[in-house]
C-alpha cells in the first residue's frame, strides 16, 4: 500500500471531533450560543481565579501565548471576555464579561460531567486511551517525533 493513501490516525482524530461537537451540543440544547468548547477552560479558570494576563491563561490552559491570544481574541468577538488593567497599569488583564459570568456555571457543570464521563468511558476500556497517551509519551522521549519523521523521509 502507498502511504498516501493512508490516514493512520484519522479515526482517533475523528473520534475527538465527535466528541467535542457532542459536548458543544450540550451548550446549543442550553441556548447558549457563540461558546465554543476551546473557551470553556479558560472562561471556566477567569470564573474561578478573576483577571488573568494572556500568558498566565496560556500557561494554566498548558497552550502557546499565541494559541490563547487567538482564543481570547475569539471570546472577544463573542462577547465573553473584556480587557482590564492590570495591579501595575501596564498589564492588561482579560476578565469576564457578564454574560461570560452568567453561564459559567452551565460551563461548571458540563466541564466536571464530561470529566466524570470520560473517566468511567476510560475506566471500561482494556487499555484505557490515558495509558497509551502515556506510552506514546515514553516512546517519544526515547526518540523525538522530529527525529523519527527525519529517518522516514530518507
Known amino acids: 500500500m502507498d502511504l498516501l493513501d493512508s490516514n493512520y490516525w484519522s479515526p482517533a482524530h475523528a473520534l ?85 459570568t452568567e453561564i459559567v456555571p452551565f460551563m461548571n457543570a458540563e466541564w466536571r460531567a464530561t470529566e466524570a464521563t470520560v473517566r468511567a468511558l476510560d475506566a471500561e476500556l482494556p487499555y484505557p486511551l490515558t495509558k497509551v497517551v502515556e506510552d506514546i509519551r515514553a516512546a517519544l522521549a526515547r526518540r523525538s517525533f522530529p527525529d523519527r519523521l527525519q529517518d522516514n523521509l530518507q
Open 16 to 100: 475527538l471531533g465527535e466528541l467535542d461537537r457532542d459536548i458543544a451540543a450540550l451548550y446549543t440544547e442550553a441556548g447558549i450560543e457563540g461558546v465554543r468548547t476551546r473557551f470553556v477552560g479558560p472562561l471556566i479558570a477567569l470564573g474561578r481565579f478573576g483577571p488573568h494576563t494572556i500568558q498566565e491563561l496560556a500557561d494554566r490552559r498548558g497552550v502557546t501565548h499565541s494559541a490563547m491570544s487567538q482564543t481570547v481574541a475569539a471570546m472577544r468577538t463573542a462577547g465573553l471576555v473584556e480587557s482590564a488593567e492590570g495591579p501595575d497599569g501596564r498589564t492588561r488583564r482579560v476578565q469576564l464579561t457578564a454574560r461570560a
